[in-house]
């Protein structure tokens, strides 16, 4: 059976966005793109809210077309493009790029979504994140804590009612400075 892996940046103090949603903190370096790929490249589908959903559109689907882009960049691109994708929203009614809109999460499609032959599934966004957590849907979470503390702003895990105990599956310093985490569910 997939799993559901909750892939999210966050900074020291747990923020994944400042208030006005700005990410050009996170540290993506070709180091961190090349783990991320190799990661992304098993994985069976993309997982996103709204919000997030919106931000990979607008740049993802024409993104290698730049001559400046570095080839990890690229390789993104292409991966997620052809990734299979799911947004949850209950405003949109269609999106492109190989992506289905789900209205609400509905534990019994996602537990039929995770029985699908195929890789993991990637969850991103913390809003959705919280709901998955509250229904006990997210199996495994790579957290990469990047070395800034913000003070302030939208943080990862915004008291989502639930306790979960976590089992360190490992941990990777890279380069620039930012640390996977990797935990999962106990009896995951």
Do not use: C
């Not at 990410?23 to 993506?28: E, G």
């Not at 490249?41 to 993104?63: E, I, N, Q």
Request: hydrophobic content about 45%; proline content about 4%.
């Amino acid at each position: 059976m997939r799993k559901i892996i909750l892939m999210m940046s966050v900074s020291l103090d747990g923020f994944f966005e400042t208030a006005d949603r700005d990410i050009s903190w996170h540290l993506v370096d070709d180091e961190l793109l090349r783990h991320l790929n190799e990661q992304f490249r098993t994985m069976g589908a993309f997982m996103f809210g709204r919000v997030t959903h919106d931000l990979m559109a607008k740049y993802w689907p024409s993104a290698d077309q730049d001559p400046d882009l570095s080839a990890e960049m690229v390789e993104f691109a292409g991966i997620w493009r052809e990734m299979p994708k799911f947004v949850f929203s209950r405003t949109l009614t269609q999106a492109n790029w190989n992506t289905t809109v789900i209205h609400d999460v509905v534990p019994e499609q996602i537990a039929e979504l995770k029985a699908q032959p195929g890789g993991d599934i990637a969850l991103s966004g913390a809003n959705l994140a919280a709901t998955f957590m509250r229904h006990g849907l997210i199996d495994e979470f790579r957290i990469l804590v990047h070395p800034v503390v913000l003070g302030q702003g939208r943080p990862l895990f915004a008291a989502p009612d639930v306790r979960m105990d976590l089992r360190l599956k490992g941990t990777r310093t890279f380069g620039n400075g930012v640390v996977l985490l990797h935990y999962s569910r106990d009896g995951a």
